[in-house]
């Protein structure tokens, strides 16, 4: 058992994997900027879909790819999307 | 009709040039005509990777202007029946070539070679626009660092961009006592990450060093792993169907027991 929780140990801090987890996550950004409209074509279609539900200014709809600290230690991509409501449809209304 | 063959990096100091000499010179061996394109215009070293550097009379820019004829700027090896190389000039810069007469040049070339190998520039400007112009497919050639493999990954990418089919990796200088260790990332590794067919893994060897000193290809050298590999690239690229060979044979546990009493079998790879 010991030596199980020394090989995870290990295995975590080998400097090859933490190389592999850095260009994973340092690639997630790269790969998204080589493309222009890789962010304009998640915006379009997350605005077609919310559109079904709400109003939105589409002006000042804001879509990034951004790090996040992870909890422990390290970062993990996220793509943040802040998206200002001008009005809820009347659709989908707690009837309660 | 020849292939057009890019080989490229992004990242500079990873084994371009070397890796375009040694696989022209092994496709020459096995009885191919190839014809090396130095595309490394005012930074041009191929010439002195193959130890052509004092045959140069005439070189692209020259074959490109119109100056001469490329016949004229092509220089024979005489060591090598079938490898010929076309310096690139080192008095000018990128842009004394366009995209267009590459493909141009490509195209009278591969009429009158199997193989048409270009040594891309580091970087992913002019220099890495005019090499990829007239390429059907490319290499791409990546050490297993992280600066390294990002760039690899990037130029993927814009190879993609440019419908460029599928490209082909080459993991150079690999090191297997550190991906033993765990102090480097293995074949699998890379290949993971950038999601490209693997062409083929060169062990880093001093006899490159040596090799490139004396400006002889290294797949001339008997006894050389990185030689071997490369001749390994040649063939696969030619068709045949050659496993990767297996340099990375987990330590066992009598090999650890050998170490242990001193006795260090032999390497492997």
Redesign the interface.
Known sequence: MFDLLKFLRKESSLSKNIAKERLKLVLIHDRANISPHFLDAIREDIIKVISNYMEIEDGELDIHLTNLPKEGDGFTSALVANIPIRRMKNIGKNKG | MGNVIVITSGKGGVGKTTTTANIGTALALHGKRVVLIDADIGLRNLDVVMGLENRIVYDLVDVVEGVCRAKQAIIRDKRFEGLFLLPAAQTRDKSAVSPEQMQQLCQDLREQFDYVLIDCPAGIEQGFKNAIAGADRAIVVTVP??SA??DA??II??LA?NEMAEPVLVINRIRMDM?RR?????ID?TI??LGIDLLGVVPDDEKIVVSTNKGEPVVMVQDSLAGQAFSNIARRLMGEDIPVFNLETEETFIDKLRKFFGKNGKKRA
Not at chain 2, 182 to 186: A, E, R, S
């Open positions: 660092e992280v493999v990002r990954d990037r990418g814009l961009a991906v765990g102090d480097m990332m293995n590794d993971d990450i």
